[in-house]
Protein backbone atom coordinates (compact mmCIF):
# COMPACT_ATOMS: atom_id res chain seq x y z
CA UNK A 1 0.00 0.00 0.00
CA UNK A 2 1.12 3.38 -1.05
CA UNK A 3 1.73 5.39 2.23
CA UNK A 4 2.23 8.59 0.99
CA UNK A 5 -0.11 11.67 1.96
CA UNK A 6 -2.85 13.19 -0.34
CA UNK A 7 -1.68 16.83 -0.59
CA UNK A 8 -3.90 19.32 -0.67
CA UNK A 9 -2.93 23.37 -1.14
CA UNK A 10 -5.55 25.84 0.55
CA UNK A 11 -5.30 29.58 0.75
CA UNK A 12 -8.57 30.52 2.55
CA UNK A 13 -10.32 30.95 -0.26
CA UNK A 14 -13.88 29.13 -1.17
CA UNK A 15 -12.16 27.61 -3.88
CA UNK A 16 -9.13 25.79 -1.67
CA UNK A 17 -12.37 24.54 0.83
CA UNK A 18 -13.96 22.76 -1.93
CA UNK A 19 -10.12 21.04 -2.41
CA UNK A 20 -9.59 20.43 0.63
CA UNK A 21 -13.28 18.49 1.06
CA UNK A 22 -12.13 16.66 -1.72
CA UNK A 23 -8.88 15.66 -0.34
CA UNK A 24 -10.41 14.17 2.42
CA UNK A 25 -12.86 11.97 0.91
CA UNK A 26 -9.74 11.29 -1.07
CA UNK A 27 -7.60 10.34 1.81
CA UNK A 28 -10.10 8.88 3.57
CA UNK A 29 -10.78 5.84 0.30
CA UNK A 30 -6.86 5.56 0.01
CA UNK A 31 -6.51 5.00 4.36
CA UNK A 32 -3.69 7.79 3.37
CA UNK A 33 -2.77 10.53 5.77
CA UNK A 34 -3.77 14.16 4.53
CA UNK A 35 -0.83 16.90 4.28
CA UNK A 36 -2.77 20.55 4.24
CA UNK A 37 -0.11 23.11 2.25
CA UNK A 38 -0.46 26.92 2.16
CA UNK A 39 2.00 28.50 0.53
CA UNK A 40 2.82 32.34 0.98
CA UNK A 41 5.28 34.98 0.36
CA UNK A 42 6.78 36.35 2.94
CA UNK A 43 8.51 39.82 2.85
CA UNK A 44 9.48 39.84 6.46
CA UNK A 45 12.17 38.00 8.96
CA UNK A 46 8.98 37.07 11.23
CA UNK A 47 6.80 35.82 8.39
CA UNK A 48 9.80 33.53 7.09
CA UNK A 49 9.84 31.74 10.83
CA UNK A 50 6.31 31.37 11.34
CA UNK A 51 6.94 29.27 8.22
CA UNK A 52 9.79 27.23 9.23
CA UNK A 53 7.80 26.42 12.59
CA UNK A 54 4.46 25.70 11.27
CA UNK A 55 3.31 28.33 13.68
CA UNK A 56 1.62 31.50 13.27
CA UNK A 57 0.54 30.91 9.47
CA UNK A 58 -3.11 32.17 9.79
CA UNK A 59 -4.48 30.00 6.93
CA UNK A 60 -3.70 26.88 8.75
CA UNK A 61 -4.28 28.36 12.20
CA UNK A 62 -7.94 28.53 11.69
CA UNK A 63 -7.82 24.70 9.18
CA UNK A 64 -6.62 23.39 12.71
CA UNK A 65 -9.89 24.63 14.45
CA UNK A 66 -12.38 24.24 11.68
CA UNK A 67 -11.00 20.20 11.16
CA UNK A 68 -10.53 19.62 14.91
CA UNK A 69 -12.95 16.69 15.25
CA UNK A 70 -14.94 16.82 12.21
CA UNK A 71 -16.24 13.47 11.36
CA UNK A 72 -14.94 13.16 8.19
CA UNK A 73 -11.64 13.27 9.47
CA UNK A 74 -12.54 10.37 11.55
CA UNK A 75 -9.89 7.05 10.32
CA UNK A 76 -7.35 9.47 8.27
CA UNK A 77 -3.76 7.71 9.42
CA UNK A 78 -2.77 11.58 10.78
CA UNK A 79 -3.58 15.63 9.49
CA UNK A 80 -0.36 17.15 8.69
CA UNK A 81 -0.02 21.20 7.78
CA UNK A 82 2.98 22.41 6.48
CA UNK A 83 3.62 26.17 5.75
CA UNK A 84 5.71 27.22 2.85
CA UNK A 85 7.50 30.30 1.77
CA UNK A 86 8.34 30.94 -1.58
CA UNK A 87 6.34 30.72 -5.44
CA UNK A 88 3.22 28.86 -5.46
CA UNK A 89 3.59 28.13 -9.26
CA UNK A 90 7.15 26.59 -7.97
CA UNK A 91 6.23 24.99 -5.57
CA UNK A 92 3.11 23.62 -5.69
CA UNK A 93 4.25 21.06 -8.44
CA UNK A 94 6.96 20.03 -6.84
CA UNK A 95 5.02 18.77 -4.16
CA UNK A 96 3.42 16.14 -6.41
CA UNK A 97 6.55 14.29 -5.94
CA UNK A 98 5.79 13.57 -2.12
CA UNK A 99 2.19 12.65 -2.75
CA UNK A 100 -0.57 9.92 -3.84
CA UNK A 101 -2.48 12.99 -4.92
CA UNK A 102 -2.05 16.75 -5.77
CA UNK A 103 -5.41 18.48 -4.90
CA UNK A 104 -6.20 22.00 -5.32
CA UNK A 105 -9.24 24.71 -6.41
CA UNK A 106 -9.45 25.53 -9.83
CA UNK A 107 -8.75 29.61 -8.60
CA UNK A 108 -6.94 30.82 -5.39
CA UNK A 109 -7.48 34.42 -4.07
CA UNK A 110 -5.34 35.97 -6.71
CA UNK A 111 -6.88 36.45 -10.66
CA UNK A 112 -9.84 37.96 -11.75
CA UNK A 113 -13.30 36.84 -11.38
CA UNK A 114 -13.93 35.56 -14.87
CA UNK A 115 -11.01 32.77 -14.94
CA UNK A 116 -11.80 29.66 -15.42
CA UNK A 117 -8.52 27.83 -14.27
CA UNK A 118 -5.66 29.78 -12.07
CA UNK A 119 -1.89 29.45 -12.78
CA UNK A 120 -1.52 27.42 -10.04
CA UNK A 121 -3.67 24.84 -11.08
CA UNK A 122 -2.26 25.11 -14.66
CA UNK A 123 1.14 24.55 -13.68
CA UNK A 124 0.50 21.93 -11.69
CA UNK A 125 -1.35 20.00 -13.91
CA UNK A 126 1.35 20.60 -16.73
CA UNK A 127 4.06 19.49 -14.17
CA UNK A 128 3.50 17.36 -11.58
CA UNK A 129 5.26 14.32 -11.41
CA UNK A 130 2.13 12.95 -9.79
CA UNK A 131 -1.79 12.79 -10.60
CA UNK A 132 -3.22 16.68 -10.02
CA UNK A 133 -6.90 16.81 -9.34
CA UNK A 134 -8.90 20.15 -9.61
CA UNK A 135 -11.86 20.96 -7.76
CA UNK A 136 -13.71 23.41 -10.25
CA UNK A 137 -16.07 26.39 -8.91
CA UNK A 138 -20.04 25.28 -9.39
CA UNK A 139 -20.57 28.47 -11.00
CA UNK A 140 -19.51 26.50 -14.68
CA UNK A 141 -21.70 25.71 -17.41
CA UNK A 142 -24.10 22.79 -17.53
CA UNK A 143 -23.13 22.29 -13.76
CA UNK A 144 -26.37 20.82 -11.75
CA UNK A 145 -26.50 23.28 -8.00
CA UNK A 146 -28.02 22.04 -4.85
CA UNK A 147 -29.35 24.56 -2.82
CA UNK A 148 -26.44 24.75 -0.61
CA UNK A 149 -24.26 25.91 -3.67
CA UNK A 150 -22.34 23.23 -4.24
CA UNK A 151 -22.53 20.56 -7.61
CA UNK A 152 -25.14 17.70 -7.10
CA UNK A 153 -22.99 14.77 -7.58
CA UNK A 154 -24.56 11.80 -9.97
CA UNK A 155 -25.95 9.10 -8.39
CA UNK A 156 -25.32 6.44 -9.08
CA UNK A 157 -21.57 7.81 -9.13
CA UNK A 158 -19.71 7.70 -12.25
CA UNK A 159 -15.82 7.93 -13.17
CA UNK A 160 -15.25 9.62 -16.41
CA UNK A 161 -12.15 8.59 -18.96
CA UNK A 162 -10.82 9.96 -21.69
CA UNK A 163 -8.32 7.68 -23.82
CA UNK A 164 -6.86 8.01 -27.41
CA UNK A 165 -7.17 5.23 -29.40
CA UNK A 166 -4.45 5.35 -31.40
CA UNK A 167 -2.61 5.33 -27.91
CA UNK A 168 -1.37 3.57 -24.63
CA UNK A 169 -2.40 5.60 -21.88
CA UNK A 170 -1.46 2.99 -18.74
CA UNK A 171 -1.43 5.87 -16.06
CA UNK A 172 -4.85 7.30 -16.51
CA UNK A 173 -5.74 4.43 -17.11
CA UNK A 174 -5.13 2.76 -14.41
CA UNK A 175 -5.60 5.49 -12.36
CA UNK A 176 -9.59 5.57 -13.27
CA UNK A 177 -10.06 2.02 -12.84
CA UNK A 178 -8.63 2.58 -9.53
CA UNK A 179 -10.46 4.82 -8.35
CA UNK A 180 -13.73 3.59 -9.78
CA UNK A 181 -13.03 0.85 -8.09
CA UNK A 182 -12.32 2.47 -4.33
CA UNK A 183 -16.07 4.97 -5.24
CA UNK A 184 -17.70 1.73 -6.28
CA UNK A 185 -18.59 3.65 -9.08
CA UNK A 186 -19.23 3.17 -12.89
CA UNK A 187 -16.14 3.64 -15.23
CA UNK A 188 -17.40 5.49 -18.71
CA UNK A 189 -14.40 5.55 -21.08
CA UNK A 190 -14.74 8.04 -23.71
CA UNK A 191 -13.01 8.36 -27.02
CA UNK A 192 -13.16 10.81 -30.14
CA UNK A 193 -11.33 10.41 -33.34
CA UNK A 194 -11.66 12.57 -36.74
CA UNK A 195 -12.84 11.42 -40.04
CA UNK A 196 -11.64 11.57 -42.89
CA UNK A 197 -8.11 10.55 -41.86
CA UNK A 198 -6.02 13.70 -43.10
CA UNK A 199 -2.07 14.34 -43.23
CA UNK A 200 -0.84 17.31 -45.04
CA UNK A 201 1.70 16.74 -47.82
CA UNK A 202 3.60 19.64 -49.41
CA UNK A 203 0.55 21.35 -51.32
CA UNK A 204 -2.44 19.21 -50.88
CA UNK A 205 -4.27 17.38 -48.02
CA UNK A 206 -4.42 13.16 -48.82
CA UNK A 207 -5.95 10.97 -46.96
CA UNK A 208 -3.88 8.93 -43.94
CA UNK A 209 -6.11 6.05 -44.79
CA UNK A 210 -6.97 3.82 -47.34
CA UNK A 211 -10.17 1.95 -46.12
CA UNK A 212 -13.76 3.49 -45.48
CA UNK A 213 -14.65 5.37 -42.07
CA UNK A 214 -16.43 2.11 -40.72
CA UNK A 215 -13.32 0.07 -40.92
CA UNK A 216 -11.28 2.60 -39.15
CA UNK A 217 -13.80 2.66 -36.65
CA UNK A 218 -13.72 -1.18 -36.34
CA UNK A 219 -10.05 -0.96 -36.00
CA UNK A 220 -10.25 1.65 -32.82
CA UNK A 221 -12.95 0.16 -31.10
CA UNK A 222 -10.82 -3.58 -31.39
CA UNK A 223 -7.63 -1.28 -30.13
CA UNK A 224 -9.44 0.06 -27.27
CA UNK A 225 -10.73 -3.54 -26.39
CA UNK A 226 -7.60 -4.80 -26.12
CA UNK A 227 -5.97 -1.70 -24.26
CA UNK A 228 -8.86 -2.03 -21.29
CA UNK A 229 -8.84 -5.86 -21.31
CA UNK A 230 -6.12 -6.21 -19.01
CA UNK A 231 -7.64 -3.47 -16.57
CA UNK A 232 -11.03 -5.12 -16.86
CA UNK A 233 -9.75 -8.29 -15.53
CA UNK A 234 -8.26 -6.64 -12.40
CA UNK A 235 -10.96 -4.78 -11.64
CA UNK A 236 -13.84 -6.97 -12.14
CA UNK A 237 -16.22 -5.04 -9.86
CA UNK A 238 -16.33 -1.86 -12.02
CA UNK A 239 -18.88 -1.82 -14.42
CA UNK A 240 -17.18 -0.24 -17.97
CA UNK A 241 -19.43 1.19 -20.46
CA UNK A 242 -17.15 2.58 -24.03
CA UNK A 243 -17.93 5.53 -26.21
CA UNK A 244 -15.91 5.84 -29.73
CA UNK A 245 -17.25 8.75 -31.71
CA UNK A 246 -16.26 11.03 -34.81
CA UNK A 247 -16.45 14.05 -32.53
CA UNK A 248 -13.97 16.39 -30.64
CA UNK A 249 -12.75 14.54 -27.69
CA UNK A 250 -12.58 17.35 -25.03
CA UNK A 251 -15.79 18.65 -26.39
CA UNK A 252 -17.35 14.63 -24.98
CA UNK A 253 -15.44 14.64 -21.54
CA UNK A 254 -16.80 17.96 -21.06
CA UNK A 255 -20.86 17.13 -22.04
CA UNK A 256 -19.42 13.64 -20.23
CA UNK A 257 -18.54 15.29 -16.85
CA UNK A 258 -22.27 16.63 -15.85
CA UNK A 259 -22.99 13.48 -15.11
CA UNK A 260 -19.51 12.48 -13.53
CA UNK A 261 -17.75 12.40 -9.78
CA UNK A 262 -13.99 12.65 -11.84
CA UNK A 263 -13.17 13.31 -15.43
CA UNK A 264 -9.51 11.61 -16.47
CA UNK A 265 -7.39 12.13 -18.64
CA UNK A 266 -3.62 12.05 -19.34
CA UNK A 267 -1.44 14.80 -19.27
CA UNK A 268 -0.54 14.86 -23.08
CA UNK A 269 -1.80 12.77 -25.64
CA UNK A 270 1.63 12.66 -28.09
CA UNK A 271 5.24 12.63 -27.21
CA UNK A 272 6.89 15.97 -27.26
CA UNK A 273 10.39 16.35 -28.35
CA UNK A 274 10.95 18.43 -24.99
CA UNK A 275 10.18 18.81 -21.64
CA UNK A 276 6.86 18.10 -19.82
CA UNK A 277 3.47 20.21 -21.73
CA UNK A 278 -0.21 19.75 -20.83
CA UNK A 279 -1.65 18.46 -23.83
CA UNK A 280 -4.68 20.39 -25.51
CA UNK A 281 -7.06 17.75 -24.68
CA UNK A 282 -6.42 18.24 -21.05
CA UNK A 283 -6.24 21.67 -20.95
CA UNK A 284 -9.57 22.20 -22.35
CA UNK A 285 -11.62 19.74 -19.84
CA UNK A 286 -9.58 21.86 -17.13
CA UNK A 287 -11.17 24.65 -18.39
CA UNK A 288 -14.47 23.67 -18.93
CA UNK A 289 -15.42 20.51 -17.47
CA UNK A 290 -18.61 20.31 -14.46
CA UNK A 291 -16.41 17.76 -12.41
CA UNK A 292 -13.42 17.54 -10.57
CA UNK A 293 -10.67 16.72 -13.34
CA UNK A 294 -7.94 14.46 -12.59
CA UNK A 295 -4.80 14.78 -14.45
CA UNK A 296 -2.15 12.29 -14.91
CA UNK A 297 1.19 11.80 -15.83
CA UNK A 298 3.07 8.99 -17.68
CA UNK A 299 2.83 5.72 -16.27
CA UNK A 300 5.73 5.58 -13.37
CA UNK A 301 6.26 2.65 -10.78
CA UNK A 302 4.85 4.33 -8.22
CA UNK A 303 1.67 5.10 -9.88
CA UNK A 304 1.13 1.27 -9.92
CA UNK A 305 2.02 0.75 -6.74
CA UNK A 306 -1.13 3.27 -5.83
CA UNK A 307 -3.68 1.35 -7.54
Not at 196 to 214: D, H, I, K, N
Request: net charge negative; hydrophobic share 40%.
Amino acid sequence: MDTLPVIVAVDGSPDSERALRWAIEAARLRSAPLQVVHVWPYVTSEGRAAAESGIGDPVLDELRKTLDGRADTAGLPGIEFRSLSGLTDTLLPALGAEAQLLVLGSRGRGGFASLLLGSNGMACAAHSEGPVVVVPRPDRAGAAVGADGEVVRPDPPQVVLGVDASSDEPGAIGFAFAEASRRGARLKVVSGYAWPMLTPPSFEYVAAYEGTQQEYENALVEQVTQTLAPYRERYPEVAVTAELRNADAAGQLVEASKAGDLVVVARHRRRLPVGRRLGSVAHAVLLHAVCPIAVVPEETERSREAE
